[in-house]
């Protein structure tokens, strides 16, 4: 028996990669989208193997990093288009506190196999040390998603819907923080973040850099972004004067403080469960792919395969991924 059709509502990372992964089977489908916004096209597409304020693996790197790289390098053949770039992360401590953590967890297998230069400490003026890691690099998530939607439009496959809900067989809910915010999978952790886009002479260009609550991700051709903030309570796509003064602080403290800003904007980042994603059947036919957080480069790629064999094989996730169990009875 044939797969349904299913229409994928949201052209965001999440959207775009289950409309690979069911292009490459064969499973009929369309994808439609508003156009309006979403943090995909906002992100820098930062991939970092070891994150935050605790220095610890993002969660089953060791499943979906390899899984990232591989989809990539096909969509890249695809589209005839360089969007992967590798760059080692310039991880920076500010504190010695912080360092110290650092190094006790540097010893970690998880957390050694991404160091480089053996997790030998790398001089860095201004900070108290600093590990370089690899396995990292950024994603052209802009020129990834348009390149997608010019490829399916011509397939007669894309099409912008006002109302971004489609009426061609059974729904993916794959509408980001939007989908969140109208309460679709029920109580939500959304946050709004700011970045900006940066021109800069004579700043490193070979590596990204993350330290002090933020990070600088060179662009190429003397252009960064640096990024973000965190903002709770006002979810709305408008950049402000205090996310670009913070933005601005980040950007003094990781690079320097001659550059001009070209470009600032804004965006929410889709949060149900820190930055893990799920999916799964909502009900009278439709579902949902949503909750990548500031991880869906990451995670996009090897969840949408996940969802993929689910939609055409039947075939179920790891319980972890599937929101049945997070929604609950």
């Known amino acids: 028996?044939?797969?349904?059709?299913?229409?994928?509502?949201?052209?965001?990372?999440a959207g775009t990669c289950l409309a690979w992964e069911l292009w490459k089977r064969g499973a009929p489908f369309s994808l439609v989208d508003r156009e309006q916004g979403g943090s995909s096209r906002v992100a820098a597409g930062l991939i970092?193997?070891?994150?935050?304020?605790?220095f610890e693996p993002s969660a089953r790197i060791a499943e979906f990093h390899p899984q990232a790289i591989e989809f990539y390098a096909e969509a890249e053949t695809r589209l005839g288009l360089k969007l992967w770039h590798p760059l080692s992360v310039l991880r920076l401590a500010?504190?010695?506190k912080e360092w110290r953590k650092m190094c006790s967890k540097s010893a970690q297998p998880e957390i050694a196999r991404w160091l480089a230069n053996?997790?030998?400490?790398?001089?860095?003026?201004?900070?108290?040390?600093?590990?370089?890691?690899?396995?990292?690099?950024?994603?052209?998530?802009?020129?990834f998603l348009d390149a997608s939607r010019e490829f399916f439009r011509r397939h007669g496959i894309y099409q912008k819907a006002e109302a971004g809900d489609g009426d061609d067989g059974s729904r993916v809910w794959c509408d980001g923080a939007a989908g969140l915010i109208r309460g679709r999978c029920g109580p939500h952790r959304c946050a709004k973040g700011e970045i900006l886009t940066l021109r800069a002479r004579g700043w490193d260009e070979t590596r990204i850099r993350i330290g002090s609550g933020g990070w600088l991700v060179p662009l190429g051709g003397g252009l960064f972004k640096a990024g973000s903030t965190y903002e709770w309570h006002e979810l709305d796509e408008k950049p402000s004067a205090a996310g670009r003064a913070r933005v601005e602080e980040i950007a003094a403290r990781l690079g320097g403080r001659d550059f001009e800003v070209i470009a600032h904007e804004a965006g929410i980042r889709p949060i149900l469960r820190c930055s893990e994603p799920l999916i799964g059947p909502l009900g009278g036919g439709d579902w949902i792919f949503n909750g990548l957080g500031s991880k869906g480069s990451l995670y996009a790629p090897g969840v949408a395969r996940r969802l993929a064999r689910w939609l055409t094989e039947n075939v179920e996730p790891e319980p972890d991924l599937d929101f049945r169990r997070f929604r609950g009875p």
């Open 94 to 96: 500010d504190t010695e």
């Open 1 to 13: 028996m044939s797969a349904p059709h299913r229409t994928i509502v949201g052209q965001g990372l």
């Open 118 to 143: 053996d997790g030998a400490p790398v001089d860095a003026d201004g900070w108290v040390g600093a590990l370089e890691l690899t396995g990292s690099g950024r994603l052209d998530t802009r020129a």
């Open 48 to 54: 970092n193997p070891v994150t935050g304020k605790h």
